[in-house]
């Protein structure tokens, strides 16, 4: 189709005025809409928009998701080609400086984020803190925003050296705090950070050794992580990181951009949703109980968790290339037992009017659960490992943002419905 103007002509019919709006890039600001006004005195026309479902809050060069083709592409580069010949570091890289590294460059990074693993012990002893059963979430949360106090130079959001100083250490830090988390919940000590280990291979080691002298992971299960951790690296304006940059807009340290946006990919509507899946199978335990559970979606009783997304109207590209890894690492562990349940799950789901008609498909975090407790670890720990990945999308959204010129402070409209001008009679009067 050929457009003869990019601009919308809009007739407002309370005053019949005609206004054109310009069309850039298929929108429109709001800020022109802003303009049509029934007098000089009343407020302009706003947009009503919860979610934002339809409603662009930047402009950006990181992540390009098509949804109803079911492509995503992180600067331009296809997810299945990064996931299949990159690494996660060089992916962060990406992610952040906008190209692929030189050699030089890449060894420079990896040597970077590798020297930067270990906290302050006052970070650890802060762990410690933490009731015996503390959720590994609320842990990461709170030990990132407190990297905030380890490092107040990281408020001078504006100096290009001092922004990239703290990528480079949050990026490195973030499986040290992550590796805590999990060793606390089961009593164990601290394990700290094996320079001479590839980052995911660390983690494992962070996680999983014990009186041992050399953690050495199985390659397999590595390469299994370090895929994981590079679908998950970024996914445009997703709800965290929608987070970062509403509290990141506040030009506060990004340390507590990011807490923030760990708390909001906690919710199980989000990040939360593969440990929620995961229960949701056990709880189904058996390919002849399908049918039930299966009826009760389409009823309303609860969703079917790992199904549908806001972006995909198709199959979520990374959920393809997380189900061949499942395969990879069932090969080390012994297939999970549960995988029947979600294959025929899938299938079941995948041929039902209710699901098609909706263009509910399996997400990211439908087959993710699997090979997380294949590695061992607990339900709980999931959305800590997501953290882990998403953490260069958020600082590479989180550097775009600081700057970006045209960015502000993210305050939205309301529609207000409450009462006015009520008058306050005093409590003593009230309740006499
Ligand atoms: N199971 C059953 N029905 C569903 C599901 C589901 N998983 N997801 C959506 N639907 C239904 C809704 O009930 C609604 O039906 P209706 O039109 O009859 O009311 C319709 O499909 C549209 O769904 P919305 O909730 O309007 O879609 P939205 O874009 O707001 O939500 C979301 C997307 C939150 C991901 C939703 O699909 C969901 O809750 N899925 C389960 C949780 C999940 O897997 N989240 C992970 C997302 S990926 C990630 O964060 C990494």
Redesign the pocket.
Known sequence: MTYVTDSLTVRDNRTGQEYDVPITDGTIRAGDIGQIKVADDEPGLAVYDP?FLNTASCRSAITFIDGDKGILEYRGYPIEQLAENSTFLEVAYLLVHGSLPTKDEYDQWVHNITYHTFVHENVKSFMEGFRYDAHPMGMLMASVGALSTFYPESRNISAADNRAIQVIRMIAKMPTLGAFSFRHAQGKPYVYPDNELSYAANFLSMLFKMSEMKYEPDERLVKALDTLFILHADHEQ?ASTNAVRAVGSTQVDPYSAVSAGIGALFGP???G?NEAVLRMLRRIGNVSEIPAFIEG?KNGNE????????VYKNYDPRARIIKKAADDVFDVTGVNPLLAVALELEKIALNDEYFVK?R?YP???FYSGLIYEALQFPPEFFTVLFAIGRTPGWLAQWLELVQDKEQKIARPKQIYTGDRTLDFTPAEERWA
Do not use: I, P, Q, T
């Not at 969703?303 to 806001?310: C, D, E, I, S, V």
């Open positions: 979610g997703n509507l989000h990040g949703a979606v969703k079917l968790m790992g199904f549908g997304h806001r909706r509910l997400n990211v975090d």
